[in-house]
């Protein structure tokens, strides 16, 4: 039964007719952040959530000291080339955030990065030449928040700019240091998303801004030493459905102003060794045709290369001449393959890379050019099934090598260049994880669940072998499961740090890789939204009876997770399969789906109706949203535990929606559930390493707990 002493909201209903549908709201009161009633809401659910979870407090400890113990704390990323600089980043030890650093270039013809002294103490250099770009910690003092936005080099080196958040909203104030000297500009441009793309002369830079709905419409172009009030306007999108964003090539000749639906995209182009030709269009959007362009040297040629959706739902790479043209006027150059999903093409001098995935596996794609264009095609390969591969940071349009990523649920990030010239990959570094740990202690898995229309679901799993419910005789053991599914993001197998204290009690983590997302091509993106959503979360619930009936966990001791678009899936799998998991965790949850998607003036709204629907508007996707969404249908029914997390100040998914839900629980059913709104905080929760561990080590004690391992 529920907790007599958890905070009970006050009921205030308010009543709203669509579509000849009424719609009661108890708790839409909560929505008002600067009351004080609402902020006493919060503080008492705080504070209940934290002594319904007191008991945990050693274990939080325990494991807060497990990720830092296992992390090098003062470590280097790297060193990335970029024209002139080896730029790298720092962490020290005992401090939340680390430092931006470059060293000069000392030979051209030598592309192996410098290895930096990783025991090199705060104040001393890591490599011989070390210039300190930005330390964050001096930055972010005297902030409860911080977040470092973009940060840009200028093109003659001597300028950077960099962009910072202390509230959590998103909003960027962009500033400029000398680099010589570090002195600060006095240009500052304020509410910026992200930060700033320069023009080749470094004289202007771009940048956008957001409309009232946090939507980014505008693309102004600044001129250093004039006030932003006097930025001429490059580019205004005014279809609400649309955002707005520019970048330069990596040849640094073309900027690019792209506006883009959750289907449809449209570009702009500027030469800038022609600019007479001003901003040209380069194709007008046309209804469901996605593409994106990248400037490329084939033959001898300048072309555009376009990656776009015209010739099948797994896009095609085509090429284009430098100028306005239509899609009927494309080439193709990797015509489109139905079992081959291309995500992502990347142009160099002598090469292109193709970020690619087949069969729910990802794979990175050689196309080398010759004088006469290209001469080969071939992948990297790697000879672990499971593990996720993808062109890394490679700025240098000249570049020979290609860096890249790779990892899976045993073994750590690492980071290789590729040799095109000899074909060499080289490791040059591997994330280290301090301690005994060894990947080959942990055997990964791919699993399948059938869906309820016979859909083949895939699950990647990871579990320490000597605890393995696959070794002959073993049982079940407690199981971590995660989804998302949505925006055709696809939850590729990683390795985390902090889930190694979860696998080493003997638990095992799997990620279900559920309709909506991109795993299995756009397909499987497409049969998980709008009126297909309900597939997600019937994947879900599959996923989770697949690994109880095969063996590898119990319902008791199965926990769902899930943020954001995922917090949506928790919350729509608690109404419909709540006999499937013995407890769930819903982080920054979209769970009062129908509510902010009917609600034109709320950040992203707009630009989301080609994901869920425009229920304002449209009949069905009223009808679509109101059955799944999660605040709609909480029922008079036993729920599993539920954690819900929150941020006071995320704009991407207000703190209302999991309030609203959490209030709605308590009310209607049987369910224990908790509420942890963070104060200082936005949608990607706290800010600093060691206050983000602090954060985990509450949500996995949390699972641990119910996985019957809190003493483990």
């Not at 090098?72 to 990323?77: A, C, G, N, V």
């Not at 994330?431 to 309820?452: C, I, K, N, S």
Request: net charge negative.
């Amino acid at each position: 039964m529920p907790d007599p002493s958890a905070p009970q909201a006050a009921a205030r209903p308010v009543t709203t007719t669509h579509h000849g549908h009424e719609r009661v709201d108890e708790y839409d009161w909560l929505r008002d952040k600067d009351s004080p009633e609402v902020l006493a809401h919060l503080e008492a659910e705080n504070a209940y959530t934290q002594a319904r979870t007191e008991h945990l407090a050693p274990l939080r400890a325990r494991l807060f000291d497990e990720i830092k113990a296992r992390t090098r704390e003062t470590d280097l990323s790297v060193p990335t080339r970029k024209r002139g600089h080896w730029y790298y980043g720092r962490s020290f030890e005992g401090r939340e955030y680390g430092a931006s650093c470059r060293v000069p270039v000392a030979d051209p013809a030598d592309w192996s990065p410098p290895r930096p002294a990783e025991d090199a103490a705060p104040d001393q250099p890591a490599l011989p030449g070390e210039q300190v770009l930005l330390d964050l910690d001096a930055l972010a003092e005297g902030h409860d928040f911080f977040s470092l936005g973009g940060s840009a080099i200028s093109p003659d080196d001597t300028l950077l700019a960099y962009a910072v958040d202390t509230t959590g909203d998103e909003r960027y104030t962009v500033r400029f240091r000398e680099l010589a000297g570090e002195a600060l500009r006095d240009d500052v441009l304020t509410d910026v998303m992200g930060g700033v793309t320069w023009h080749p002369d470094g004289e202007r830079c771009y940048y956008a801004t957001v409309d009232e709905s946090w939507r980014p419409d505008k693309i102004w172009e600044h001129r250093l030493g004039t006030a932003q009030a006097d930025d001429a306007l490059v580019h205004h999108e005014t279809d609400e459905r649309f955002w707005t964003g520019l970048g330069r090539t990596r040849s640094e000749r073309f900027l690019m102003v792209a506006s883009g639906s959750k289907t449809t995209s449209e570009y702009r182009f500027l030469d800038t060794e022609d600019e007479g030709a001003g901003w040209q269009l380069f194709s007008p959007r046309r209804a469901d045709l996605d593409h994106h362009l990248e400037h490329a040297v084939i033959a001898g040629q300048d072309v555009f290369l376009v990656h776009h959706n015209g010739t099948g739902p797994d896009y095609e790479i085509a090429t284009a001449p430098i100028a306005p043209t239509a899609p009927e006027d494309w080439t193709p150059l990797v015509p489109h393959d139905p079992a081959v999903r291309l995500e992502d093409v990347a142009a160099f001098a002598g090469h292109l890379v193709v970020e690619q995935r087949s069969a729910g596996q990802t794979q990175l794609r050689v196309i080398e050019l010759g004088p006469d264009g290209p001469t080969d095609d071939y992948l990297v390969t790697f000879d672990r099934e499971l593990a996720t591969v993808g062109a890394g940071s490679n700025p240098g349009f000249d570049q020979p090598v290609i860096r890249l990523g790779y990892t899976s649920l045993a073994v750590p990030s690492s980071v290789y260049d590729y040799d095109v010239r000899t074909r060499e990959l080289t490791l040059l570094r591997r994330q280290p994880v301090l301690g005994d740990f060894d990947p080959d202690d942990y055997e990964e898995h791919r699993l399948w669940a059938t869906a309820p229309d016979g859909e083949q679901v895939p699950i990647s799993l990871v579990v320490r072998r000597d605890a393995s419910p696959a070794r002959e005789g073993a049982g079940p053991v407690p199981l971590h499961l995660y989804g998302y599914g949505a925006y055709e993001a696809s939850m590729d197998p990683g390795f985390s740090v902090a889930r190694l204290s979860v696998l080493d009690r003997g638990a095992a983590f799997a990620i279900a890789h559920v309709r909506g997302g991109g795993e299995m091509g756009r397909r499987w993106y497409d049969e998980g939204k709008l009126h297909h959503k309900q597939h997600t979360f019937d994947d879900f619930a599959a996923c989770a009876r697949h690994l109880v009936d095969t063996g590898w966990t119990t319902v008791e001791h199965l926990v769902g997770e899930g943020g954001s678009a995922g917090g949506l899936l928790i919350g729509a799998v608690a109404n419909q399969a709540p006999d499937a998991f013995g407890a769930l965790v819903a982080g920054v949850p979209f769970v009062d789906t129908l509510t902010s998607m009917l609600d034109a003036s709320l950040p992203l709204t707009v630009t989301e109706y080609d994901e869920w629907g425009d229920p304002a508007g449209d009949p069905q996707a009223y009808a679509d949203i109101a059955a799944y969404a999660p605040y709609e249908n909480v029922a008079a029914q036993h729920y599993p535990a539920i954690l819900a997390e929150t941020s006071l100040n995320d704009t991407r998914v207000l703190y209302v929606e999991p309030a609203k839900w959490v209030a709605r629980l308590r009310a209607v059913a049987d369910a224990d559930v908790l509420l942890r709104c963070e104060m200082q905080a936005g949608h990607g929760g706290v800010s600093g390493r060691y206050r983000a561990w602090h954060d985990r080590a509450f949500s996995l004690a949390w699972i641990l707990d119910r996985m019957g391992l809190a003493d483990a």
